[in-house]
C-alpha cells in the first residue's frame, strides 16, 4: 500500500484491557482514544484493530499516533476504561492485574528515540493516577529508569503471574496502594512487540505448557525474544506469544532459514521471530506428541505493516481504522 504520508514521528500503543465480551464497551473505549468528550476528531491519532478474546476477557486495542499525540490518545482510552470495568467482578483465564493492564509505547522509524518513548511512558503512568483516582501502575523496558527491567520480570516482581495476586503486597512504582476496582496497570516502552497465538488441537494442557517452555526464550534452544504461556481455548489449548524484538546481532544461526523481519531504533537494529517460524516448532512438537494443528492468530499487526497502515489512515483523516480494514486492499 503506497502512502503519501511519511516521515510522521510514529509510536504505537498496543493497549490491552480487561474485557472483550462486552464489544460495546471495548469500542467506547477505542473511539474515546480518538475523539473529544465533545466527539470531535483528535488529530494525528488512529485505531488500527480491536482483538478482542471472549475465553481471556481481555482486548487489545492498537492505537497509534504521532509522539506529539500519543499521550492524549492513550490516556483518554485509559480513563474511559476505568470508568466502564471493575475489576472486583472481572473473570478470564489470562492472568491480569488492570482494567487497564498494559499500556507499551513502540517507535515505529528512526524518527522517534528510546528517550522519546520512555518520557511519553512516564508521563502517561502519572497521568493516569492524576486523572484516575485509585489507580497506580509500574514501568517497565526503557520507561523502567535505570534498571530497564523487562516486561516479564516485571511482572513477575508484581505477582501477575499468580492466579490471586496480592495487591497488598505490591509497591507500585506510581500511584497509591493498588485497589481492586481498578487493579494494576503495567506501563512502558521498548521496541515492537507482537502477539502470536498457536492453537492446538487438544485438551490436554500438561502438553500445552510442554511446547511453551521448549519455544520459550530462557530454554536452551528457544527462539529470542519469545515469552510463552499456554492456555485453555475454546475447546482446544493455545500457545500464546508475546514476540519481543532483539537485537538483531543475539539471533545469529536463528536466521539460517531465513532472515527474520528487522527494524532499526536510532541505528540499532532489532528484528523478531516470524510467525511462521514459531507456528512451524509448536507444530513440530505437537506432532512429535501426535497432536494436531488448529491455526495461528496474529493479534494486531508486524511492525512494518503497522506503520504503513498508520500512515495511511493518518493520510486519509481515518480515526477508525479498524472499522475500514475489509473495504482496503493493502
Not at 494436531?292 to 511492525?303: D, E, R
Amino acid at each position: 500500500m503506497a502512502s503519501s504520508c511519511l516521515g510522521r514521528r510514529l509510536v504505537a500503543c498496543l493497549l490491552n484491557i480487561s474485557e472483550a465480551r462486552r464489544k460495546d464497551l471495548v469500542e467506547t473505549v477505542a473511539m474515546a482514544a480518538v475523539y473529544n468528550t465533545e466527539g470531535v476528531r483528535r488529530g494525528g491519532a488512529t485505531v488500527l484493530n480491536i482483538f478482542n478474546d471472549h475465553d481471556y476477557n481481555r482486548s487489545v486495542i492498537t492505537i497509534v499516533a504521532t509522539i506529539d499525540s500519543i499521550r492524549e490518545a492513550v490516556l483518554s482510552a485509559c480513563e474511559k476504561a476505568c470508568s466502564l470495568i471493575d475489576m472486583r467482578v472481572h473473570v478470564g483465564v489470562h492472568p491480569c492485574m488492570g482494567a487497564v493492564d498494559l499500556i507499551p509505547i513502540y517507535p515505529l522509524g528512526e524518527e522517534v528515540g528510546v528517550q522519546d518513548c520512555a518520557k511519553e511512558a512516564q508521563a502517561v503512568a502519572l497521568g493516569l493516577t492524576q486523572r484516575v483516582q485509585g489507580s497506580s501502575a509500574f514501568l517497565f523496558g526503557w520507561a523502567d529508569s535505570p534498571l530497564q527491567r523487562g516486561l516479564a520480570q516485571r511482572r513477575r516482581d508484581m505477582g501477575w503471574f499468580k492466579k490471586v495476586p496480592d495487591l497488598q503486597g505490591i509497591q507500585p512504582d506510581v500511584g497509591p496502594q493498588p485497589q481492586r476496582r481498578y487493579g494494576l496497570t503495567g506501563v512502558g516502552a521498548g521496541p515492537y512487540v507482537m502477539n502470536c497465538n498457536v492453537t492446538i488441537d487438544t485438551q490436554d494442557l500438561t502438553l500445552g505448557r510442554s511446547i511453551a517452555t521448549a519455544i520459550r526464550e530462557s530454554t536452551p534452544g528457544g527462539l529470542p525474544g519469545v515469552q510463552v504461556m499456554a492456555f485453555h481455548h475454546e475447546g482446544a489449548v493455545e500457545i500464546a506469544c508475546n514476540v519481543e524484538s532483539v537485537k538483531e546481532s543475539l539471533v545469529g544461526h536463528m536466521t539460517a532459514a531465513g532472515p527474520w523481519p528487522s527494524f532499526s531504533v536510532e541505528g540499532q537494529r532489532f528484528c523478531h521471530a516470524p510467525a511462521s517460524l514459531i507456528t512451524a516448532r509448536v507444530a513440530e512438537l505437537a506432532g512429535e506428541r501426535g497432536v494436531g494443528m488448529k491455526g495461528t492468530a496474529l493479534v494486531g499487526f508486524t511492525p512494518h505493516e503497522c506503520r504503513g497502515l498508520a500512515e495511511w489512515a493518518l493520510s486519509q483523516g481515518t480515526a477508525e481504522f479498524w472499522k475500514e480494514q475489509k473495504k482496503i486492499h493493502m
